[in-house]
């Protein structure tokens, strides 16, 4: 339900296909794309290639101020490797997580302060990221109220945005993220496959 109206409860009212993402090593990065940190490279492996990504839309109708609100939201991003039935669920692990020192309730995921997130192969980061690095560079440098545009591609209205490097057939997509840390979700197989990789950001009509 809305934080604001216990009676507006919050559905998903819409799955569909964002774009396809290229992942020519098969290493998979979910973190954000503005990290000064080393990214946040899951262990787990899939298979080189292009793999669609879907978003979940959510969805509280209500009223603001005499108007009409549809109050909708990306609830969920998903990254598709397969779509065989999946059977389990857990936490993604990085390179480098230690699970020993995880709190009981605490979320496997990355860290962020600027709500923004991606999938990106690996291999490539330096030269998907690159947009970014520039942009926050001239941000820094130019006169205020001087506008600064990104080398980026805006997918659905500017909820996502695509970064491609034509020399290694790569891609990074960034989603919207929870600030602070998001959980990153596998969902696994009978055999033990990943099927998908799941980001589910708060939603601000549930804060």
């Excluded at 779509?83 to 020192?101: C, H, K, R, S």
């Excluded at 496997?108 to 709500?115: K, Q």
Aim: glycine content about 8%; charged content about 25%; hydrophobic content about 40%.
């Amino acid at each position: 339900m809305r934080y604001d109206d216990p009676l507006t409860f919050v559905e998903v009212v819409e799955v569909s296909e964002v774009t396809s993402v290229r992942l020519p090593s098969g290493r998979l990065i979910v973190d954000s794309p503005w990290t000064d940190r080393e990214p946040r490279e899951l262990t787990e492996r899939i298979a080189p290639g292009a793999y669609r990504v879907d978003a979940a839309w959510a969805a509280a109708p209500h009223e603001f101020m005499g108007e009409y609100a549809s109050g909708r939201e990306c609830a969920a991003i998903r990254l598709c490797v397969s779509n065989d039935p999946i059977t389990e669920w857990e936490m993604g692990l990085a390179v480098g997580d230690d699970i020993e020192q995880l709190q009981q309730g605490q979320d496997v995921g990355f860290e962020t302060d600027t709500a923004m997130g991606c999938f990106s192969d690996a291999t490539a980061w330096p030269a998907l990221t690159a947009p970014f690095r520039k942009f926050r560079e001239e941000c820094e440098t130019c006169e205020p109220g001087t506008f600064v545009s990104r080398d980026t591609e805006d997918l659905r209205d500017g909820y996502f945005e695509r970064s491609a490097d034509e020399t290694q057939y790569a891609d990074l997509l960034t989603f919207v993220a929870s600030e602070g840390r998001t959980a990153v979700w596998l969902g696994r197989t009978d055999s033990g496959s990943v099927a998908s990789v799941v980001v589910i950001p708060h939603l601000g009509m549930l804060a």
